[in-house]
């Protein structure tokens, strides 16, 4: 293994409970229109019919909640809801950037004797200004703000890294963007499960592959890896 990947959001720090609070804050704005359930769905909807056209990212979030708000309302709703959205939209974008337990102490220990990439989907300023509160941009080789992960995309990484999909690994929280379009390519994945996963990241089936890992917290990759002799002893002192 001469170079391993990590995903960003919920993996290194903190990033869907904030949605989930937005969410919840949307819903209780659309209350006098709608259950909470229905605006929850009708959100979903939208932000997923979006995605091809606004990518991920709390900006395209935004859009979807004044597109939803639009739906719901059949145009008539008081502006006073864009406004509550928008606001909505801006608070996330503020939130502070908390790093998940033991991220800076794995990626110190593994810098150096690996190749570290950050590899990450969302929007381009949203990301880098969470990378550069994070503190952790000092432990990447190289940046990777992709627009989606599918395996064309992660083809498209380890071609500009040089890297032959056997010695890349892959660290993440989503089944379904970090793990599968990487053993897709011949690569190695390593499941970081997070408490909480956005509806649209889930799979509905289990994965079986000798490319397939899962460890409970992000410090289990260091004796992970060492069982498999690719860390060095002086690594783990």
């Not at 959001?9 to 990033?15: F, I, S």
């Not at 909640?65 to 864009?82: C, S």
């Not at 989606?148 to 890297?163: A, G, S």
Request: net charge negative; aromatic share 10%; hydrophobic share 40%.
């Amino acid at each position: 293994m001469k170079t391993i990947a990590f995903d960003a959001d919920d993996t290194l720090w903190v990033n869907e409970p904030y949605f989930r609070e937005a969410e919840e804050r949307f819903c209780e704005l659309l209350k006098a229109y709608l259950p909470y359930e229905d605006a929850y769905q009708e959100l979903y909807k939208t932000e997923v019919n979006n995605l091809p056209l606004y990518g991920y990212g709390v900006k395209g979030f935004t859009l979807s909640m004044i597109e939803a708000i639009m739906n719901i309302t059949n145009n008539k709703g008081d502006l006073k809801l864009v406004e509550g959205a928008l606001a909505i939209g801006r608070e996330i974008l503020g939130k502070p950037v908390e790093l998940l337990e033991d991220v800076e102490s794995t990626l110190k220990s593994l810098n150096g004797d690996y190749r570290l990439v950050m590899a990450t989907k969302g929007d381009l300023l949203d990301q880098e200004r969470k990378l550069l509160k994070s503190g952790l941009a000092k432990y990447f080789h190289h940046i990777e703000i992709m627009s989606n992960k599918n395996k064309e995309d992660f083809q498209k990484l380890i071609n500009h890294l040089d890297c032959a999909p056997e010695e890349f690994m892959m660290v993440g929280n989503s089944l379904k963007s970090d793990i599968l379009p990487v053993l897709q390519i011949g690569g190695n994945a390593v499941y970081v499960p997070y408490h909480i996963t956005w509806e649209h990241e889930k799979i509905d089936h289990h994965i079986t592959h000798d490319h397939f890992h899962q460890v409970e917290t992000i410090k289990e990759i260091l004796p992970f890896l060492k069982s498999q002799s690719y860390l060095t002893k002086e690594t783990l002192k």
